[in-house]
Nanobody, 124 residues
Framework: VQLQASGGGLVQAGGSLRLSCAASGFTVSRWSMVWFRQAPGKEREFVAAIRESNGSTRYTDSVKGRFTISRDNAKNTVYLQMNSLKHEDTAVYYC??????????????????WGQGTQVTVSS
């Protein structure tokens, strides 16, 4: 199982970025996929999740209405579309995955497989 995150960069506040997480070794439509982020000096926090069974999504409150998680089954890739970016969105973003769905889907401990992280910097 491998996860390759990409798409990070430097963007001005109010701008947009789309992160990608390319998966290999499993099928994204059968696993739950999530994005976490970690800002300097802070703990890694949950951002968004997409469920394996029906593709339903979950978001942390601070990104609702601005971020969208989606998946492309043909490309075996999950995306995080980030709009109306704020300085406080600056962080390293990580994708993670697990078979099935975890009740504690917002917990780092629920995921055994992680990508390498991609830096998102939002200038104010």
């Amino acid at each position: 199982v491998q996860l390759q995150a990409s798409g990070g960069g430097l963007v001005q506040a109010g701008g947009s970025l789309r992160l990608s997480c390319a998966a290999s070794g499993f099928t994204v439509s059968r696993w739950s996929m999530v994005w976490f982020r970690q800002a300097p000096g802070k703990e890694r926090e949950f951002v968004a999740a997409i469920r394996e069974s029906n593709g339903s999504t979950r978001y942390t409150d601070s990104v609702k209405g601005r971020f969208t998680i989606s998946r492309d089954n043909a490309k075996n890739t999950v995306y995080l579309q980030m709009n109306s970016l704020k300085h406080e969105d600056t962080a390293v973003y990580y994708c993670a995955a697990r078979p099935g769905w975890a009740i504690q889907y917002m917990s780092i401990a629920s995921y055994a497989y992680w990508g390498q992280g991609t830096q998102v910097t939002v200038s104010s």
